[in-house]
């Protein structure tokens, strides 16, 4: 095993009350490194624009400064301007007046009474230039419609894009179905007597799970869970998310003693056991063509694929349950306090936490014996749960676009990652990375109001000018793990984060088109 310098935590107990660390200041704007710090300031976030009216004084919110109500309505009318300078166009210039002889020769026109909506196209217009194509690197699809038929660009509708992404109930039932049977079949096998894993449950994450699946239902993400009692952790290095485990004590017939290093739980070894029993089992599925892919450096999950009837893409996950306290690096992170309520926070971080054989960088290669934190489990009862009332998009409840906004954000990291498959500049960038930002853009903006279903184009893009600020100002905070900046230039380089970021802002200024493609 490779030379490992790392911090002792302690039991779990006495790592939730450890002082947090304090970091510098972020300056707005330039490129910073990973922080060491859980605690940042408020200011240094970047701000997403308000969909709805302003929130009671005394939110967190406004701690850091509340946006001026001018610029709130500017920015407003900026998306509102788009899709009237859309209407613009279509519309064409006005018809000539039967009977009405045309000047005798040409002159500047006389000025004409203009509209509200035009006023206001042309205010946005001379607020917010728009940059041409020749400022976006690599190739520009044109425009394309969305069978909108003569609608002219800018004119995009969120409801089609969605409609599309809408899931086939059939298609939902036979893929779980397949998926089920599948899972079902490997559980049995891993909780027989002869298993190091027999303790193993089912825990069902990812976005079909949380209701935010698009397109297809096609890839399922499927965790085994294993309890392990009395464990101490160990950070790696500073890093907040990833952590060496040890067990406080190690009695004789612990089933996973043999896949210990020295004092350290190696990940490596129980993963490749994990996959090797997989792998074997497989073989006894009759009722489904099913393989094993190859496995992906750095990848906590092994990978199946299901071939027939349709392709469907397993990955399932081994992960450690600990229900300890959780670590010290946790404390400020799950920032709902405003949003869904103290008393919610608090349910949720008395549930258990999870690692996974998610092995931290080191160097060119990898530190393998470590584990990483996930709370999958506590994204998905967010999502569930998502709304100040309780009723919130329920049969009888107010609906919000909360859910559609993050839909419609996966679906253009998705397709600009298709747009652009033989670069590598968005090999890094994933939907994990939308979430996050989606979940912070819910914590500025709280209240059930600023998401109402008829604000949906306007709230996604305060979803899309909050993901364009974290790409400028490289700085994403971890949702769980504020330390952890999951834009820093360890994760990604500053040119996929400025390639990513011109796309998206040409597409936003030209109406989307990418979602009308592939």
């Not at 967010?382 to 009888?396: A, V």
């Not at 900046?485 to 040119?495: A, E, G, P, Q, V």
């Amino acid at each position: 095993m490779a030379p490992r310098r790392r911090k002792a935590t302690g039991a779990a107990s006495e790592a939730e009350a450890a002082a947090p660390r304090v970091s510098a200041p972020r300056v707005k704007g330039a490129p910073t490194e990973p922080r060491e710090s859980p605690a940042v300031p408020e200011a240094a976030r970047p701000s997403a624009r308000r969909c709805g009216p302003a929130r009671p004084s005394g939110s967190r919110r406004e701690k850091s400064g509340p946006e001026p109500q001018e610029k709130r309505q500017v920015r407003a009318r900026a998306v509102r301007a788009r899709a009237a300078r859309a209407e613009d166009r279509v519309e064409g210039p006005p018809a000539r007046t039967e009977g009405v002889m045309p000047p005798a020769a040409p002159g500047p026109p006389l000025p004409r009474r203009a509209s509200r909506r035009e006023g206001t196209a042309r205010s946005a217009r001379e607020r917010r230039p728009q940059p041409g194509p020749t400022e976006v690197p690599g190739p520009l699809v044109p425009v394309s419609s969305l069978g909108r038929g003569k609608e002219a660009p800018g004119a995009w509708k969120p409801r089609a894009v969605l409609d599309k992404l809408r899931l086939s109930r059939q298609e939902i039932s036979e893929a779980a179905e397949v998926v089920n049977r599948l899972t079902d079949h490997l559980l049995r096998r891993l909780q027989s007597c002869e298993s190091e894993f027999k303790g193993v449950a089912l825990l069902r994450t990812g976005s079909y799970y949380e209701r935010v699946k698009i397109s297809a239902p096609n890839e399922f993400d499927v965790m085994f869970k294993l309890e392990v009692p009395r464990i101490q952790l160990e950070e790696y290095y500073n890093s907040g998310a990833h952590y060496f485990v040890k067990f406080k004590r190690n009695p004789k017939g612990n089933p996973l003693g043999q896949f210990l290093e020295g004092e350290i739980l190696s990940a490596s070894k129980m993963l490749s056991k994990f996959r090797k029993i997989i792998k074997e089992e497989i073989k006894n599925i009759e009722d489904t063509d099913v393989m094993v892919e190859r496995k992906r450096r750095g990848s906590p999950a092994v990978t199946l694929l299901v071939r027939k009837p349709k392709e469907i893409s397993v990955d399932i996950i081994l992960a450690l349950e600990s229900k300890s306290s959780w670590p010290a690096s946790t404390m400020e992170g799950l920032p709902i306090s405003n949003w869904l309520g103290a008393k919610v926070r608090n349910s949720l971080r008395r549930q258990p936490f999870y690692l996974v054989p998610k092995h931290a960088k080191e160097g060119s290669g990898f530190q393998e014996e470590t584990w990483r934190l996930s709370f999958s489990h506590i994204e998905k009862e967010i999502l569930k749960n998502h709304g100040q009332s309780k009723t919130c998009c329920e049969t009888d409840g107010v609906k919000c676009c909360r859910k559609e906004c993050l839909k419609l954000m996966k679906y253009l990291l998705e397709q600009l990652k298709k747009k652009f498959g033989n670069r590598k500049e968005l090999d890094k960038f994933c939907s994990y990375h939308v979430k996050t930002a989606f979940f912070h853009v819910c914590t500025q903006d709280p209240d059930d109001s600023q998401w109402h279903s008829k604000d949906l184009e306007l709230c996604f893009d305060n979803c899309v000018t909050y993901f364009l600020q974290c790409l400028k100002t490289e700085q994403l905070e971890h949702y769980f793990i504020p330390e952890v900046n999951l834009f820093s230039r360890d994760h990604i380089d500053k040119l996929s984060k400025e390639f990513l970021s011109k796309q998206i802002e040409y597409e936003r200024n030209n109406g989307f088109p990418v979602f009308g493609e592939f």
